[in-house]
T-cell receptor
Framework: AQKVTQAQTEISVVEKEDVTLDCVYETRDTTYYLFWYKQPPSGELVFLIRRNSFDEQNEISGRYSWNFQKSTSSFNFTITASQVVDSAVYFCALSEVSSNTGKLIFGQGTTLQVKP | GAVVSQHPSWVICKSGTSVKIECRSLDFQATTMFWYRQFPKQSLMLMATSNEGSKATYEQGVEKDKFLINHASLTLSTLTVTSAHPEDSSFYIC????????????FGEGSRLTVL
């Protein structure tokens, strides 16, 4: 069965620190998508990234970077030089292509607090 | 990116009444939409998969007679919480999948339901 685990419930850092949010997933499928979403206090989900299981290249987008390692079933997310506006709940999610349902399985979420 | 709109954004109702939440894909067609529920400080849990022109597929433990889902067109799915009770108070979020099934999902802004 598919599962997404975000072991870090809450993380608190001081502005300008780097922070890594961990995500470990389980799936029997060979083809799947992994996602990261940001949920600010207002509640809407903000899409950050989607990664295909065949693409293990790490990705960098501004202060954000993602490290996808199939060998350890991990898809970690790093924020460099964190800012107060980064404070939010971050969700990692998995979607299995073979089931053809498109539904997302979410991790428990990590609450990030960036203090000034 | 594609836009998914939910209405209403928030609603307060009395116990025993029914509430309808709409999810619309504004600039694309979606054969499949998903309804998630999120309790405070918890993750998003899939309630059901809404398929255009057919019955919704409910996740285990979700009462289909209480949470009525209708997907009458390629751009609209509705969730009706019937005979709402305080324990139904939650944040309900819909997402829609592009008809091309590229794995891309787009989320609505969410609807916060408070049952008094």
């Amino acid at each position: 069965a598919q599962k997404v685990t975000q072991a870090q419930t809450e993380i608190s850092v001081v502005e300008k620190e780097d922070v890594t949010l961990d995500c470990v997933y389980e799936t029997r499928d060979t083809t799947y998508y992994l996602f990261w979403y940001k949920q600010p206090p207002s509640g809407e989900l903000v899409f950050l990234i989607r990664r295909n299981s065949f693409d293990e290249q790490n990705e960098i987008s501004g202060r954000y970077s993602w490290n996808f390692q199939k060998s350890t079933s991990s898809f970690n997310f790093t924020i460099t030089a964190s800012q107060v506006v980064d404070s939010a709940v971050y969700f990692c999610a998995l979607s299995e292509v073979s089931s053809n349902t498109g539904k997302l399985i979410f991790g428990q979420g990590t609450t990030l607090q960036v203090k000034p | 990116g594609a836009v998914v709109s939910q209405h209403p954004s928030w609603v307060i109702c009395k116990s025993g009444t029914s509430v309808k939440i709409e999810c619309r894909s504004l600039d694309f067609q979606a054969t499949t939409m998903f309804w998630y529920r999120q309790f405070p400080k918890q993750s998003l849990m899939l309630m059901a998969t809404s398929n255009e022109g057919s019955k919704a597929t409910y996740e285990q433990g979700v009462e289909k007679d209480k949470f009525l889902i209708n997907h009458a067109s390629l751009t609209l799915s509705t969730l009706t919480v019937t005979s709402a009770h305080p324990e139904d108070s939650s944040f309900y979020i819909c997402s829609a999948r592009l008809i091309s099934n590229t794995g891309e999902l787009f989320f609505g802004e969410g609807s916060r339901l408070t049952v008094l």
